[in-house]
């Protein structure tokens, strides 16, 4: 018969998501007599909102990263392992080693899983033959490398996948962001770029959307809409594409490039996608306010694999956490759950460097800026604050378990067309 061991609160994933509730957890009255389990297989730690500016040459990779057991909070168990299977209904899971762990309550957040193979012939160039990808820390230093050898009259691609998947901006900052290093080159006019995306838009919030096909514009990016990169010949450096909408549905088109960026399509793990605690698209089924599951309500879910409709970011889960230990809590006191998430996401695209727009909103797409500055516009400030204020804001202020941080303004509003 396996091994059992129980702990009080059990905590699958020490990404930012795990290891935010866990702080924060151990700061509430009361937190530390609580019994909290983090199982986590890996022992680095990335922060990963940098890997876009790694791999446009602005960041180093090793800034990036920390060991997972120095961000671990004191009393805290780690696991080190991954979990192979959820029993909501015995209030257990199953780890590779083949150890049963019992809980009382649940949170699940173990993130997303690069599907680098629902690409065909992805996963044997990648890192080779121009072909990278800034989804992993293992390809990203390759990016740079990739386009600092772009010549003139090159041809680079840039793709992103069917959502959702991790920082729905980044697959078109890096494309922003190779522009710009080609125009202080002088060599964009007569470079060739590409953008070409699954969706029909260049952003998902139109408010945003709006500003960045004049960005696009700018760098003359031929945007290519409802193209979903179905297969990657590297040898002969071809990209096929099938087109997913309009009157072309179904066809496919092959581009030759020079270096081709590629966005994996993205799925949560398989333990959990085929887990009683999934809904039909594989993600945890919670409720979008209280984040607490819908059937199991002694389970909750944040970050990533989280069955949320808000875009996946740090952002998202640094606003989900305080959510998840409220409620978390006032389930283990007996008291009422708070509807307290509003569907809140920051996405800092960067539109060249020094240049950013930061992207801010909530569910419905509404626009919510926490600064009182025209949120459209493309500014260095927001750029300082992407390169150097979020980052200590993550490792220093989130990742230790401190809630308070400004709020976003939900009363915005729009400026009117015209």
């Known amino acids: 018969m396996a091994n059992t061991k129980h702990h009080q609160i059990v905590i699958v994933g020490g990404g930012a998501a795990g290891i935010t509730v866990a702080a924060s957890l151990r700061r509430k009255k009361g937190g530390k007599k609580l019994d909290i389990a983090i199982i986590e297989p890996s022992s680095n ?12 040459g602005a960041y180093s990779l090793e800034k990036t990263r920390r060991s997972e057991e120095s961000l671990i909070p004191p009393n805290i168990e780690w696991i080190q392992d991954s979990v192979t299977s959820f029993s909501p209904q015995n209030n257990q899971v199953k780890l590779a080693s083949g150890q049963l762990i019992d809980y009382d309550y649940l949170v699940v957040c173990p993130g997303l899983e690069l599907n680098w193979d629902k690409v065909e012939g992805l996963k044997e160039t990648l890192g080779r033959n121009g072909v990278c990808s800034n989804y992993s820390p293992e390809y990203a230093p390759y990016t740079w490398e990739c386009i600092q050898g772009l010549n003139q009259g ?49 952003f998902g919030v139109p408010f945003f959307s709006k500003e960045l096909d004049k960005v696009v514009a700018r760098y003359g990016i031929h945007a290519k809409f409802q193209h979903n990169l179905i297969a990657v010949d590297g040898k002969n450096k071809q990209a096929t594409f099938e087109i997913v909408g309009g009157d072309n549905t179904g ?52 970050g990533d694999s989280a069955g949320t409709p808000n875009s996946k970011t740090a952002a998202a889960v640094r606003k989900q956490a305080p959510v998840v230990v409220k409620n978390l809590l006032h389930l283990i006191q007996g008291g009422n759950l708070e509807e307290g998430y509003d569907g809140y996401a920051s996405c800092p695209l960067t539109t060249g460097y020094g240049k950013l727009i930061m992207a801010e909103f909530i569910y419905g797409g509404k626009v919510t800026p926490t ?48």
């Open 154 to 202: 090159a041809t680079a691609i840039f793709t992103q996948p069917p959502m959702p998947f991790k920082c729905p901006g980044a697959p078109q900052k890096i494309a922003y962001l190779a522009a710009d290093h080609l125009r202080k080159k002088k060599t964009l006019t007569e470079s060739t770029l590409y953008f070409c995306t699954h969706a029909p838009v260049m």
């Open 45 to 56: 730690h990335y922060y990963q909102p940098a890997f876009t500016l790694v791999g446009a």
């Open 251 to 302: 066809e496919k088109i092959t581009l030759d490039f020079d270096i081709l960026h590629v966005t994996p399509p993205q799925s949560p793990p398989e333990a959990v996608k085929s887990s009683p605690l999934a809904n039909e698209a594989g993600y945890i089924d919670v409720h979008k306010n209280s984040m607490q599951h819908t059937q199991y309500k002694n389970v909750f879910s944040l």
């Open 371 to 418: 600064l009182p500055l025209e949120p459209s516009k493309e500014r260095l400030l927001n750029w300082w604050i992407k390169v150097t204020g979020l980052p200590i804001l993550y490792w220093d202020y989130m990742l230790k378990g401190y809630e308070w941080f400004f709020a976003h303004n939900t009363n915005y509003e729009e400026p009117k067309e015209g």
